[in-house]
C-alpha cells in the first residue's frame, strides 16, 4: 500500500512527537497540529488522506474538529485517539462519521492496519474515478485548435519535436491541452503508425502503477490469473505518453527511470528481460523544478525527460482563439445532440471573451457543451453559459473581486452536480481551498 | 574528526545482552552498508528511561542520550539492549531510530518469541541481525518498504521477520545509494 499524507492533532507534545516519529519511518509524509485551531488552519491550507485527531483538547476539541472536516471535506479519513475513560466519546465520533478509534497506547500492528485500511478503501475510490476519467477520455476532442501566435509557436515546436525521437515534457495549466499536443507529435512522428499510449500517473492508484506500467507474468499474485501485458509493452514501436508525471511515486520514479536509461522491464513475476522501444512523451502542470528541491522528484528522471520541453499556453494568453475554439465546441455538441443551434450570439460571444477561463480549453468545453443543452432557441445567449446565469451563479453587480469569485465558485460548483473534486480541478485550487472558500462565501448547495 | 570512527558504527551493548552478538551484528553490517564497524561501550544503563507504570523504557530518550555520548566522528551509532522498549503513543516497540540522524536502538526483548528448540540461537541471531540493519537503514535516511522480502519491511510480527531476507530491495538499494551520494556531497562542501 502506498504512503499517505497525515496530520496528527494531539496537544501533548510526546504524543504528537512519538507518532510523528512512528509515521515517518513508516513512509508517510506527516504533519502535526497542537490543537483544534491549529488543526482547522492546517486543514484549510493542505489536504490530509488521514487525521490522527486526539478526543480531549483544550478549546476545540477533537470531536470539533471532526464535525468541520466531515461538514467540509468528508472523504478525509479521521481517527480519534483516546485514552481508555473516553470509549463512549469515541464511539458517538464513529457514529459522526470516523473512520475508526485507537486507545493509547496503541499496538503498533493496529495502527498499520488500519492505516492500510483506510489507504486501500481511498485506492479503490480513486480507482471507481479513473475509470470514469478514462471512459471521458475516449471521447474528448482530438485535434488541437488556435490561430493566435502562442498556438503557432506551438505548432512550429511540435513540427520540428515531431520527426525526431527526443523525449518530450510538455508543461503548463490543467486544460490547455497537453495531452493534445502529445498526441500531435505521436501522430506527426515516424511513430505515428504505431500505438499511442497514455498513462494517467496521477489517476492510477500506487498499488496498481506497477502492474499497469510493467504487466504482470501468471501467478505473479492472487489475481493474476492470466498474463497481462502493461502498458511499457503495449507502447512497443509507438509513443508513451505519461500524463501527470509530477505525481509518481519515489518507487515508480526509480523504476521509469530504469527502463528509460536501459529499454528492458520485467513484468511484474517475470523473469525474462522484455526489450522495448517507444518514444517517451511526459506532461505536468507541477513545478519539477521544485518538486526536486523538496525530495519528491528524482534529478535525474527529470533531466531524463526535459530533453525537449515546451509551456503550452493558458486560454487567457491566447483569447484571440475563443471564437474559434468556442465555434467548434458548438458544432461538435450540436452535432452529438441533433440540436438546431447554428451559432453563438454576439453577447454570449462578447462574455466568452471577457471571462478568463481559468480551467482552460477544457472549462470552455464544458461550458459550451452545457449551454448546447440548456439553450431553447437557434442561437446561444449569454444566460446559456454557465459562468453567466442565473441564481448563484448570477453575474454580480458589483464590481468587486470578492463577489465575481463568489459567483464564479457557486457557478462551476452547479455546472458540476457539487463534484468538489471536479469543480477544484476546473477552478484550479485544491480541495480545501475551495471547501474553504464556500464556507467564507456561504455558497449553499441546493437541496 | 577521529580517523578511526569516520565511517564507522559503533555497536554498543547496554547491559547484559549478550556479546557475543558482536561478530553477526557486524558481519551483517558490513554487508549491507560497506561501512565498517567498531564496538563501544557508550551507556552503563538506561534507568533514566524507565516508565514504573508501564515498566518499559522509553528509547526516545535513549537515542538523545546515545547521541550526546556518541564518539565525535562516528557515522552512525546501534545500541543493541534487552529491555523492552516504548514509545509514548505506541504499547511497544522493536526498536527505534533517528530518521536520517545518528543514533538507532534495537532491543531483544521481544525477539526470542516463538523460538523452536532446535534452531532457538540461530533463529535469535538471525532475527536480531535482521532487525539492527533495519535501524540502521533508517538512520541513512530510508523508510519502511512495501517489499515483504525487503529488509527495510516494517514486521508485524518475528514471524514476519524470519520470512524476510537481510537484503535491501533494487529500490532501496537505489534510495541507500542516493544518500551515500547526498552524504559525500555534504561532506566534501564542508
Known amino acids: ?447 | 574528526m577521529s580517523a578511526s570512527t569516520e565511517h564507522t558504527v559503533v555497536v554498543s551493548f547496554i547491559g547484559d545482552c549478550g556479546e557475543e552478538l558482536f561478530l553477526p551484528v557486524s558481519r551483517g553490517i558490513q554487508r549491507v552498508f560497506g561501512c565498517g564497524v567498531k564496538r563501544m561501550p557508550l551507556l552503563t544503563d538506561v534507568d533514566f528511561a524507565l516508565d514504573p507504570n508501564r515498566d518499559q523504557y522509553h528509547s526516545t530518550l535513549i537515542l538523545d542520550k546515545l547521541a550526546e555520548a556518541a564518539p565525535e566522528g562516528a557515522a552512525k551509532v546501534l545500541a543493541i539492549t534487552a529491555v523492552d522498549l516504548f514509545i509514548p503513543i505506541l504499547t511497544h516497540v522493536y526498536g527505534e531510530a533517528q530518521l536520517g540522524g545518528k543514533t538507532c536502538i534495537v532491543s531483544t526483548f521481544r525477539l526470542k518469541e516463538g523460538l523452536s528448540p532446535l534452531s532457538a540461537q540461530d533463529t535469535y541471531q538471525v532475527r536480531l541481525v535482521k532487525e539492527a540493519i533495519h535501524e540502521l537503514g533508517h538512520t541513512f535516511n530510508l523508510r519502511h518498504c512495501q517489499d515483504p522480502a525487503c529488509i527495510m519491511h516494517y514486521c508485524r510480527s518475528v514471524r514476519d521477520v524470519d520470512r524476510k531476507s537481510d537484503q535491501m530491495c533494487r529500490y532501496c538499494k537505489v534510495l541507500f545509494d542516493d544518500e551515500m551520494k547526498r552524504l559525500a556531497k555534504q561532506a566534501s562542501s564542508a
Not at chain 1, 497540529?33 to 491549529?38: D, F, H, L, R, T
Not at chain 1, 483538547?57 to 485517539?81: C, F, Q, T, W, Y
Not at chain 1, 509518481?248 to 513475476?269: A, P, T
Not at chain 1, 493558458?314 to 452535432?335: G, I, M, N, V, Y
Request: aromatic fraction near 6%; include cysteine.
Open chain 1, 1 to 447: 500500500m502506498g504512503n499517505a499524507k497525515i496530520l496528527i492533532v494531539d496537544d501533548e507534545k510526546i504524543m504528537r512527537e512519538s507518532l510523528a516519529g512512528w509515521l515517518l519511518r513508516d513512509g508517510h509524509d506527516v504533519e502535526t497540529a497542537k490543537s483544534g485551531e491549529e488543526a482547522l488552519e492546517k486543514l484549510s491550507a493542505t489536504r490530509y488522506n488521514i487525521l490522527l485527531l486526539d478526543i480531549k483538547m483544550e478549546g476545540i476539541s477533537g470531536l470539533d474538529v471532526l464535525k468541520h472536516l466531515k461538514e467540509n471535506d468528508p472523504d478525509v479519513a479521521v481517527v480519534m485517539i483516546t485514552a481508555y475513560g473516553s470509549i463512549s466519546t469515541a464511539i458517538e465520533a464513529m457514529k459522526n462519521g470516523a473512520a475508526d478509534y485507537l486507545l493509547k497506547p496503541f499496538d503498533p500492528n493496529e495502527l498499520g492496519v488500519l492505516i492500510e485500511k483506510i489507504l486501500e478503501n481511498q485506492a479503490r475510490v480513486l480507482e471507481n474515478l479513473y475509470l470514469k476519467e478514462q471512459y471521458k477520455e475516449r471521447t474528448r476532442f482530438e485535434s488541437m485548435i488556435g490561430q493566435s501566435r502562442a498556438m503557432q509557436e506551438v505548432f512550429d515546436l511540435i513540427t520540428d519535436v515531431a520527426p525526431m525521437n527526443s523525449t518530450v515534457l510538455i508543461t503548463g495549466e490543467t486544460g490547455t491541452g497537453k495531452g493534445l499536443a502529445a498526441k500531435a507529435i505521436h501522430t506527426n512522428s515516424p511513430q505515428s503508425q504505431g500505438p499511442f499510449v497514455v498513462v494517467n500517473c496521477g489517476a492510477i492508484p500506487e498499488h496498481l502503477m506497477e502492474s499497469e506500467l510493467f504487466g504482470y507474468q501468471k501467478g505473479a499474485f492472487t489475481d493474476a490469473k492470466e498474463t497481462k501485458k502493461g502498458r511499457l509493452e503495449l507502447a512497443h514501436g509507438g509513443t508513451l505518453f505519461l500524463d501527470e508525471i509530477g505525481e509518481i511515486s519515489m518507487r515508480m520514479q526509480i523504476d521509469l527511470l530504469r527502463v528509460l536509461e536501459d529499454r528492458i522491464f520485467y513484468r511484474v513475476g517475470g523473469t525474462q528481460p522484455l526489450e522495448v522501444d517507444f518514444r517517451v512523451i511526459a506532461a505536468t502542470n507541477r513545478d519539477l523544478q521544485k518538486a526536486i528541491k523538496n525530495g519528491s522528484f528524482r534529478e535525474d528522471l527529470y533531466y531524463r525527460l526535459n530533453v525537449v520541453s515546451f509551456k503550452m499556453p493558458p486560454l487567457r494568453e491566447r483569447k484571440e482563439d475563443l471564437p474559434l475554439l468556442a465555434e467548434h465546441f458548438l458544432s461538435r455538441f450540436t452535432q452529438e445532440t441533433n440540436k438546431p443551434i447554428d451559432r453563438i450570439s454576439r453577447a454570449a460571444m462578447d462574455e466568452i471573451m471577457i471571462y478568463d477561463w481559468p480551467g482552460n480549453v477544457r472549462e470552455l468545453e464544458n461550458a459550451i457543451e452545457r449551454a448546447v443543452v440548456v439553450c431553447k432557441g437557434p442561437k446561444i445567449m449569454p444566460e446559456d453559459l454557465p459562468i453567466f446565469c442565473a441564481e448563484e451563479g448570477a453575474r454580480p453587480d458589483t464590481n468587486s473581486l470578492v463577489e465575481i469569485e463568489k459567483a464564479h465558485i457557486a457557478q462551476v460548483l452547479k455546472d458540476n452536480d457539487w463534484n468538489i473534486s471536479r469543480s477544484a480541478k476546473i477552478l484550479e485550487i485544491d480541495r480545501s481551498t475551495l471547501y474553504n472558500k464556500i464556507k467564507r462565501y456561504k455558497i449553499q448547495k441546493p437541496s
